[in-house]
């Protein structure tokens, strides 16, 4: 396994005069030429800012999209405008180089202080594929490298990976809070330790919820993933999105987690509805009931009452997926209400909250409850991974 205790933040690095490769995750969405939301962004902002200040020669390197070939539709200029308006005081400049002479000359100008953000990284094919000639020409434009992007650590390209066994490498400051909150919440927590795993099909989550039975004191299972292991319970689904091929595996982590004394808890009621839209007419069932022509699209209020009533005697929760179709009203009620009684104990001092993935960021934003969780992911792939046990060759580089 990974040695995280030999990770070495790039607080420690002397950068003085240095330039610094610094991997970011700018992937962020860029509608009519305007970043729509500059999260990732503002989380990177201070990394920059700390190396600047240190009199680094910052270079920024980062993946947009998922290009083939250069695609001027995917360019990171505009980002690169919405960095440097973070970035009041600091020069920041833009090349439409990745590497190469164009790039060489970009970073040859910059001062001590001074950030140039390099053009999608992606644009070249080399990078995912971690080729060795492309990495040693990225490793060239640097002295020191500086991961700042858990997010991206799970995949194995030449900025995320390679760039490590070439230059004296750290972990940016984004990188260490992401580990942190994870090793906080799975190797380190104040128990008992509740995980809540939602989302559309168990297939995706197997390993994950099969890493998480060993590991957790209450588990959580939401979204329709509880369908699933409601019908391996022997109640009825209706037309609800369900894997039955998947009983059996549902009745294997049953199983697991009574071996590891973890306790397994699924919806006790249902709001089902006609069909899957918003305000479609629905009612509240016991999950003994669901009538065979409707479909479960969320948890219903006494399964809210009984989830809430379980983290108040949890010390830390760790969240990913939401409860019911949360993106459509009214059956985004029960992870909202959720969300907002984690925030509640966590305002309290009684709860440590991490949560991550593409979904549960955007349900816990739609709450309002972002800022009061302990910590919050960006990262989507990294973090399931992490969930599942997986070594990230990301961090595994950072860590040799």
């Known amino acids: 396994m990974m040695d995280l205790g030999a990770l070495k933040p790039a607080t420690s690095a002397d950068v003085r005069g240095k330039r610094v490769l610094v991997r970011a995750d700018l992937n ?31 270079v920024v390197i980062s993946h947009f999209g998922r290009p083939k070939g250069a695609d001027p539709t995917l360019t990171l200029a505009p980002v690169a405008a919405a960095l440097a308006e973070r970035l009041p005081g600091i020069a920041v400049t833009f090349t439409p180089h990745v590497i190469g002479d164009g790039a060489a000359d970009a970073v040859a100008a910059l001062g001590d202080g001074e950030v140039v953000v390099l053009e999608n990284v992606r644009f070249d094919p080399r990078e995912e594929k971690n080729e060795a000639a492309f990495t040693a020409a990225l490793a060239a434009l640097g002295d020191v490298y500086v991961n700042d992007a858990f997010s991206c650590a799970h995949r194995a390209h030449a900025s995320t990976e390679g760039l490590a066994h070439h230059l004296p490498a750290y972990a940016g400051g984004q990188m260490m809070a992401e580990i942190e909150a994870l090793r906080t919440a799975l190797e380190q927590p104040r128990r008992p330790v509740a995980a809540l795993v939602g989302g559309a099909k168990v297939s995706t989550k197997i390993p994950v919820l099969t890493h998480l039975v060993a590991k957790v004191d209450v588990l959580i299972i939401g979204g329709g993933m509880a369908n699933t292991f409601l019908l391996a319970n022997g109640h009825p689904v209706g037309k609800s999105l369900c894997e039955p091929d998947l009983v059996a595996t549902a009745r294997e982590v049953r199983e697991a987690a009574k071996a590891a004394g973890c306790e397994i808890v699924l919806p006790v009621d249902v709001v089902a509805a006609d069909g899957f839209a918003a305000n479609a007419p629905h009612a509240i069932y016991g999950v003994e009931t669901v009538p065979a022509d409707r479909m479960i699209l969320d948890v219903g209020p006494a399964t809210t009452a009984l989830l809430a009533a379980r983290l108040a005697s949890c010390a830390t929760l760790l969240w990913n997926g939401p409860l019911g179709a949360f993106e459509l009203t009214p059956f985004d009620a029960g992870t909202m209400q959720l969300a907002r009684a984690a925030a509640d104990l966590t305002d309290a001092g ?44 990301g961090v595994a580089a950072l860590a040799r």
């Open 28 to 58: 962020v969405p860029v509608n009519g030429g305007k970043v729509s939301d500059a999260t990732r962004i503002e989380r990177f902002v201070p990394t920059v800012r700390d190396l600047a200040a240190r009199g680094a020669r910052v």
């Open 350 to 393: 009684r709860l440590t909250t991490v949560a991550g993935g593409g979904d549960t960021v955007a349900a816990l934003n739609v709450a309002g409850v972002t800022d009061r969780f302990t910590y919050v992911s960006t990262a989507g792939g990294a973090f399931l991974e992490w969930l599942e046990g997986r070594e990230l060759p």
